[in-house]
């Protein structure tokens, strides 16, 4: 008799057949593949045996492209039709990229999307574009190793990628032709590649210091749930101003003037970083420049270095705080990034949080590994052993209210995936459309925030102002991205966008978002005060003035009448003032002086209702 095999949806039928599955750190340096092989991950090499691939796309005039190592050989002698560093620019504007213009020598070209383009020999390529040729490499040398083609790949973001540049790394995946699995933060992926997965339970801090920025992550690991409770960091701070201050100080040794020509800025940051990575093995090196020779030391280099380890530290007990926990709490560092080889960086974090952090691991390459270890799960390899993965949302998610108030609806350090609701309603009498405008931000008017997307809500039917209700949901999923659906819940019309916006906010913006919320917090609390007292105005004017136009004559003697007349007057004569208490005040004086003309309404209305009907007739059959 046959028996009949039955597999999972998804799984393969045969037990003991694998599937091809990697992960992949897209790097702004430098960029990596991994795989799981006999139950161990590892980052798979080029065929020199090199497991770093420079994050350098090379476009030629004959439509030849080089990537990696030959591309990075052509920096020098050909800049324009050479990028480096695209994922700095990946869901990004032209704006905001002409800023850095005088940074990196790249002509920008305007594309329909809002995303921009560099002018090249190849042609106008897209950030997106050069980082899909970097994945495709990745790709080709992971197919390579592996004897086939992948059934997808799991590919890392910093937590604090918005939603516009997770969705432009997709992209570029897909059109790599790459199966995306799921997008998943660095810091979680480095906890998993140190297997902290497989504690019970956990709290664990992923301190990552790379060249140019610096990002602190709490994550929560509870039966088998990996929640980052909270994310920081700095986003202009890194190995490169180490090597700055080694330069500076170099600089001051030799006698140099402090107005240096580039080339002479570029000898002393080498042998500041070529002195800066002798000292993680040695004790002191010899450093030379300019005529000048001298001796840098540990504890010298130590110093040089301390405001920048300790801006650090101040942002791991900022996410700690945030994370509503105590230092002594943190059960396990996570070191990532290059510069996490300086020994004062480790003594300093060590000290800090009371305990060795882990650095068994190359920093370089321990994100890599932990997003192969996820994607071999995610791809069924190994069913029993899937953890499920909880990251947070960087910024608030909300929408546009009357006054050009923000309402947050999605709140900055939500876990996600995650679906919020709330009911809003109509403003106005008969109101039939409802615009929807979806922000991201902190602060409390619409103007300080970003637009995210706008969608309107028509075919309300006909209501009072008040009485229709509508419902919108806000939705994120697993990768970080949002869809916004209203529904109108009496009559059931409905409308939803599916937010990807064509460019998305760098670190230093989601850094500089923040700040500022703390730094206008007070402002921006009485700015909301006073908008809602406005609101409030403008909606009691507008009531009355509409009632008085209906029955005031018939309800009102001519006294009152003329009483709720000046009253109102008062009222809008204030709805313009800059004093929310002032207009609160008025509001609730015009309440108080129409309670009687609202009664008198209210009794019309009911005596209205009943007529032709006896008392028994509403009684219980």
């Not at 001051?252 to 240096?260: E, I, K, V, W």
């Not at 270890?373 to 052993?385: F, R």
Request: hydrophobic content about 40%; charged content about 25%; aromatic content about 4%.
């Amino acid at each position: 008799m046959a028996l009949l095999q039955i597999s999972e949806p998804g799984l393969s039928p045969e037990p003991h057949q694998h599937r091809r599955a990697v992960g992949i750190d897209l790097g702004t340096t430098n960029s990596l593949v991994a795989t799981v092989r006999s139950g161990t991950p590892e980052t798979l090499p080029d065929k020199q045996g090199r497991h770093l691939l420079p994050s350098v796309v090379h476009y030629g005039k004959g439509g030849e492209i080089q990537v990696g190592s030959a591309a990075r050989r052509r920096l020098v002698e050909n800049p324009l039709d050479t990028l480096a560093s695209v994922k700095r620019y990946m869901g990004r504007g032209v704006e905001d990229i002409a800023r850095l213009g005088s940074e990196l020598p790249y002509q920008l070209v305007d594309s329909d999307n809002g995303m921009p383009s560099f002018q090249t020999a190849g042609g106008a390529i897209s950030p997106v574009a050069a980082s899909a040729e970097i994945l495709e490499a990745l790709e080709q040398r992971a197919e390579l190793a592996l004897d086939g083609s992948l059934d997808g790949a799991v590919i890392t973001v910093p937590a604090y990628f918005d939603d516009a540049q997770r969705q432009a790394t997709k992209d570029a995946a897909t059109l790599a032709g790459i199966k995306v699995l799921r997008l998943l933060n660095e810091p979680t992926a480095a906890a998993i590649a140190y297997g902290l997965d497989q504690q019970d339970q956990g709290v664990i801090a992923v301190y990552d210091l790379g060249g140019g920025t610096f990002d602190i992550s709490i994550l929560r690991l509870t039966r088998g749930v990996f929640e980052v409770l909270a994310t920081g960091g700095d986003s202009a701070l890194g190995g490169d101003d180490f090597d700055r201050a080694i330069a500076e100080w170099i600089g001051r040794q030799a006698g140099l003037p402090d107005a240096l020509d580039p080339s002479q800025q570029r000898m002393l940051l080498e042998a500041a970083r070529a002195a800066k990575e002798q000292l993680t093995e040695q004790q002191q090196v010899d450093v030379a420049a300019a005529g000048w020779r001298g001796t840098l030391g540990r504890e010298q280099l130590g110093e040089l270095l301390k405001p920048y380890i300790d801006k650090t530290l101040r942002a791991c007990k900022k996410a700690v705080r945030d994370a509503g926990l105590e230092i002594g709490q943190v059960d396990n560092i996570v070191m990532v990034g290059g510069s996490t080889r300086t020994p004062r960086v480790r003594e300093q974090v060590a000290q800090l949080f009371g305990k060795p952090p882990l650095v068994d691991l190359d920093p370089d390459r321990v994100v890599a590994l932990g997003a192969a270890i996820q994607a071999d799960i995610l791809v069924g390899n190994k069913p029993d052993g899937e953890i499920l993965l909880l990251d947070v949302i960087p910024l608030s998610l909300g929408l546009e209210t009357m006054g050009g108030l923000t309402e947050k609806i999605i709140h900055r350090n939500t876990t996600i995936p995650v679906a919020k609701a709330q009911e809003f309603t109509t403003f106005k009498d008969g109101q039939a459309a409802m615009a929807i405008h979806v922000l991201q931000g902190e602060r409390e008017l619409v103007s300080d925030n970003r637009s995210l997307a706008r969608f309107e809500l028509r075919d309300i039917p006909p209501m009072v102002a008040g009485a229709a209700k509508v419902r919108v949901v806000f939705q994120v999923d697993a990768d970080g991205l949002l869809s916004v659906t209203a529904k109108e819940l009496t009559s059931g019309v409905e409308a939803r966008v599916e937010v990807k916006p064509s460019y998305g906010l760098s670190d230093e913006e989601v850094t500089s978002m923040l700040k500022a919320s703390y730094t206008h917090a007070k402002e921006d609390m009485q700015a909301r005060a006073l908008k809602e007292q406005q609101v409030e105005a403008d909606r009691m004017i507008e009531d009355l003035t509409a009632a008085l136009a209906a029955d005031g004559r018939e309800l009102l003697s001519e006294e009152e009448y003329h009483c709720l007349e000046v009253a109102l007057k008062d009222l809008r004569s204030l709805a313009s003032s800059e004093d929310h208490r002032l207009i609160a005040r008025h509001i609730e004086m015009v309440a108080k002086a129409s309670e009687t003309f609202a009664a008198r309404r209210m009794d019309v209305s009911i005596k209205k209702a009943l007529s032709g009907h006896h008392l028994t007739d509403f009684d219980e059959q």
